[in-house]
């Protein structure tokens, strides 16, 4: 009895893992995860950290975009009647509620201007982005057009406002297709090795082979252009690279030890795969997930920027880049979008690399 | 019920080397040459050699976390080499492996209460408060607090590691355990209190254990009955105070002799082997130790040795007239 109590006494440490002593005492009761641990080495860098804020930020532009931009008011007042015309918009396009017969085709602004609406609230940039004004075309940043207007009178700021949901759409979307494939593909053939990975493997050499650019404008020539053929078309093209990858990490994990302790204790497969291989195999397929949303998000702009991309009246980023082609005098045209896409790619950029230095276990202190 | 808990018959396991564009197998690593040995119910059978003789093969082809390539595994009377995977899910359970690197074989992903959860459900031990109950009761058995089932791996010292996965191979409750090399990662006075949480399980469960280690003072320490392997293969096989006090092969003999002895006085003769361990893939002919065996005679070169003598002490070496195989013994 008495060497029991001997090996019961503790006798062993933890180890720090590079946290302050607070840090060790407040984690008392609850340990710390993996992923804790790199949210907080990745908040150390400032410039990743910038980076965040502002994808949050386009985010926010992205969703609320409605809001910010439409030619239509928050709020009106018209013949003693209450509207929310941009609410309204939305509820009339889940079939909701629709406009009454003398309302469906009102021009807010005309009857703004004539006086007729006894209050209103526009919204901070009172054009939509598809709203053609030919008498103020090519106008440079003045006045309500806080940074000018296209050859067709569209306003600039409201069409980089409405712009930005493709661009992010089309880097989420294709790089999520890209992950789910390359990862689903290449941890299969990690994993199970052999002809399964040598088929793999070689399926994955011919995919290398196929040019993104010129797949997409032969499928948008069949069959019409559209955003969710760009994003499938990325997404199907980009996965390779996901997948390499993962195989390479799915190999290395596959021989720690804590697989064969699954083995041993006769797991099945899938949940070896699932739970043991994929969680420790993921990280560094993340970051590449970053570079491969900058990467989507600069393709479309290439694509509608040679205007192969979305149909004529979707407005991104790269097709107001493509208006400044026609017209060289407008600086404008070309400064803003182009910064926008700019904007966009470097911060997906530094949020990988970000994510790859709070990921690398050498870097921890 | 026999007394016999593990029967290894012929266990060979061979790698096959491969090269070229269309794999062709050009040889074989012999990891596993043709073991055979017998485990006693609640017996510590010990198993040395050098790095790379196969111990760690041989432990984990009788569990079938390697395939082996020929002979076979008997279990509790069942044979378990060609079972099906799904017929082998009740055996993993009587059967558990502990690992050599605490570093590595924790998933430093989940936490230690996490990854004992997952193993009670799917073996349908324990579900909901009970998992939950029986997790603290584990962490406890093995001396650790209850509060680190919440823990991930990473905030636990080598030695706190090594008991959360004796805790594992404890949680389904098996009658054997490969203990793979346990403590040759660990500080020597964490070494200790492991091989005493080890002794002290198999006195309140009743395990049999398997302890594969090259460290010979603990090997004796642990073990009722020693096995010394040498390239794949069984040169000695002993009870422990026997193989200690009189090793009978000359490579066991050069072993113990390069244990230290903590006296100064005690000037004993070190046998120092010459060369190095013949590849597994290209092994000598005749005894496969006969090139750097400093007893080495006419026949050794030439004749390869079995294992024989009595129950209590068998020997491969061709010094000993009942190792020499049957055919030429009638010879």
Redesign the interface.
């Known amino acids: 009895m008495e060497?029991?109590e001997?090996?019961?006494?503790?006798?062993?440490?933890?180890?720090s893992?590079g946290l302050t002593k607070s840090q060790l005492e407040s984690q008392?009761?609850?340990?710390?995860?993996?992923w804790s641990l790199v949210k907080h080495q990745f908040r150390k860098n400032k410039l990743a950290m910038i980076s965040m804020y502002i994808v949050i930020f386009l985010v926010f532009l992205a969703v609320t975009a409605d809001f910010l931009a439409n030619s239509k008011p928050l709020y009106a007042v018209y013949k003693g009647e209450t509207y929310f015309p941009v609410i309204k918009d939305y509820l009339n396009s889940t079939g909701i509620s629709k406009w009454s017969s003398d309302m469906i085709n009102a021009n807010w602004k005309e009857l703004d201007n004539q006086g007729k609406l006894e209050s209103v609230i526009w919204t901070p940039v009172p054009y939509g982005s598809r709203e053609i004004d030919l008498v103020n075309s090519l106008s440079p940043p003045q006045g309500d057009h806080y940074l000018g207007t296209d050859g067709i009178g569209r306003d600039l700021m409201a069409g980089l406002i409405h712009g930005s949901r493709v661009s992010l759409s089309v880097g989420f979307i294709a790089a999520g297709i890209a992950l789910i494939i390359g990862i689903c593909l290449g941890s299969i053939a990690g994993f199970y090795g052999g002809k399964i990975d040598l088929l793999i493997m070689r399926f994955v050499e011919i995919m290398v082979t196929l040019p993104t650019f010129f797949l997409i404008i032969t499928i948008v020539a069949i069959y019409g252009s559209s955003i969710w053929y760009i994003m499938a078309a990325i997404g199907f093209t980009s996965w390779t690279g996901d997948a390499k990858l993962i195989r390479g990490e799915v190999l290395k994990v596959r021989n720690?030890?804590?697989i064969?302790?699954?083995?041993?204790?006769?797991?099945p497969n899938r949940?070896i795969i699932f739970?043991?291989v994929i969680?420790?195999a993921i990280a560094p397929v993340l970051v590449s997930g970053a570079f491969a949303i900058a990467g989507a998000i600069l393709t479309e702009a290439a694509l509608s920027f040679l205007g192969f991309g979305v149909s004529a009246t979707t407005v991104t980023w790269g097709s107001l880049l493509n208006e400044a082609r026609g017209a060289s005098s407008a600086w404008w045209l070309a400064i803003f979008p182009g910064f926008m896409i700019f904007i966009a790619v470097v911060t997906y950029n530094l949020i990988g690399e970000g994510l790859r230095d709070a990921l690398d276990p050498r870097l921890r202190d | 019920m026999s007394d016999v808990l593990l029967e290894v018959n012929g266990l060979k396991k061979y790698f096959p080397i491969k090269t070229g564009l269309f794999s062709k197998t050009v040889g074989n690593v012999k990891a596993v040459d043709d073991v055979t040995f017998k485990i006693k119910r609640g017996e510590t059978l010990g198993l040395v050699g050098e790095s790379g003789c196969g111990k760690t093969t041989v432990g984990?082809a009788l569990?079938r976390?390697i395939e082996p390539t020929a002979g076979e595994v008997i279990f509790d009377g069942k044979n378990i080499t060609n079972m099906p995977?799904k017929e082998?899910?009740q055996y993993?359970?009587q059967?558990?492996?502990i690992?050599?690197?605490p570093y590595?074989?924790?998933?430093?992903?989940?936490?230690v209460g996490g990854m004992l959860t997952?193993?009670l459900k799917?073996?349908e031990i324990a579900e909901g408060d009970a998992a939950e109950k029986r997790v603290e009761q584990l962490l406890d058995t093995v001396?650790l607090?209850k509060?680190y089932a919440?823990?991930?791996p990473?905030?636990?010292?080598?030695?706190?590691r090594q008991r959360i996965?004796i805790a594992?191979a404890l949680s389904?409750e098996p009658k054997f355990i490969v203990c793979d090399e346990p403590v040759s990662a660990l500080d020597v006075?964490?070494q200790s209190?492991i091989i005493?949480?080890l002794q002290?399980l198999q006195k309140d469960f009743d395990i049999t254990y398997l302890f594969i280690s090259h460290d010979l003072s603990v090997v004796e320490h642990i073990s009722d009955r020693v096995c010394v392997m040498y390239l794949g293969q069984l040169v000695e096989m002993a009870d422990s105070k026997e193989l200690y006090k009189n090793p009978k092969h000359p490579y066991t003999q050069a072993l113990l002799s390069a244990v230290p002895v903590p006296d100064p006085k005690n000037k004993s003769k070190r046998i120092i082997l010459t060369g190095d361990v013949p590849s597994p893939a290209n092994v000598p002919t005749g005894c496969y130790f006969h090139p750097r065996c400093p007893k080495v005679f006419g026949d050794c070169p030439v004749i390869h040795p079995v294992l024989g003598g009595n129950e209590e002490h068998k020997q491969s070496c061709l010094l000993y007239p009942e190792s020499y195989p049957k055919s030429i013994k009638a010879a």
Do not use: C
Request: proline share 2%; aromatic share 8%.
């Open positions: 060497q029991k001997i090996i019961k006494r503790e006798t062993d440490y933890t180890e893992n008392k009761e609850v340990g710390v995860s993996y720690m030890e804590y064969t302790a699954a083995n041993s204790i006769g797991l949940q739970r043991h969680p420790n | 984990r569990l976390l995977l082998l899910k993993r359970k059967m558990q492996i690992f050599q690197d590595s074989s924790l998933n430093p992903r989940i936490t997952e193993i799917f073996h001396g607090r509060i919440r823990r991930y990473h905030e636990f010292s080598g030695g706190q996965g594992r389904v006075s964490i209190q005493n949480l002290d």
